[in-house]
């Protein structure tokens, strides 16, 4: 399942009803999302460090996260990423074997060339 979820293939809702809510709780599953949800929080200086750069207009951009899309798109909206960039890519894949996956370098206009990725969990 978590594969399924990770790939974008399962919804939170069916994440969480698998493998959290396979049994009876004291707690509904919007609960528990909104817990979740309320864990994510800004690196301090963030967002400040991002808008500087993006109001100097001298570089472009470009978000990559490997969380789920519905994580994902709380923290743009959350945190009100898109005033900083307008290019945000949502990785479908996970790693392989060795550790290295071949990654668009975003979704935009901009999106010509790939790079490796080193995932060092």
Same mark, same amino acid.
């Given at each position: 399942?978590?594969?399924?979820?990770?790939?974008?293939? @399962?919804? &939170?809702?069916?994440?969480?009803?698998?493998?959290?809510? =396979? %049994?009876?709780?004291?707690? #509904?599953?919007?609960?528990?999302?909104?817990?979740?949800?309320?864990?994510?929080?800004?690196?301090?200086?963030?967002?400040?460090?991002?808008?500087?750069?993006?109001?100097?207009?001298?570089?472009?951009? @470009?978000? &990559?996260?490997?969380?789920?899309?519905?994580?994902?798109? =709380? %923290?743009?909206?959350?945190? #009100?990423?898109?005033?900083?960039?307008?290019?945000?890519?949502?990785?479908?894949?996970?790693?392989?074997?060795?550790?290295?996956?071949?990654?668009?370098?975003?979704?935009?206009?901009?999106?010509?060339? @790939?790079?490796?990725?080193?995932?060092?969990?």
């Amino acid at each position: 399942m978590l594969n399924a979820f990770e790939t974008g293939q @399962a919804t &939170l809702d069916q994440y969480i009803q698998r493998t959290v809510f =396979y %049994r009876p709780r004291d707690y #509904k599953p919007e609960d528990f999302k909104a817990f979740m949800f309320s864990a994510v929080a800004a690196i301090s200086g963030g967002t400040r460090f991002c808008g500087t750069i993006a109001a100097s207009r001298k570089y472009i951009m @470009a978000a &990559l996260n490997n969380e789920s899309r519905e994580i994902n798109e =709380y %923290r743009i909206k959350q945190f #009100k990423l898109k005033n900083y960039s307008k290019y945000f890519q949502f990785l479908l894949s996970r790693r392989s074997q060795t550790g290295y996956s071949d990654l668009p370098a975003c979704d935009g206009n901009h999106a010509t060339a @790939a790079f490796g990725m080193r995932d060092d969990r």
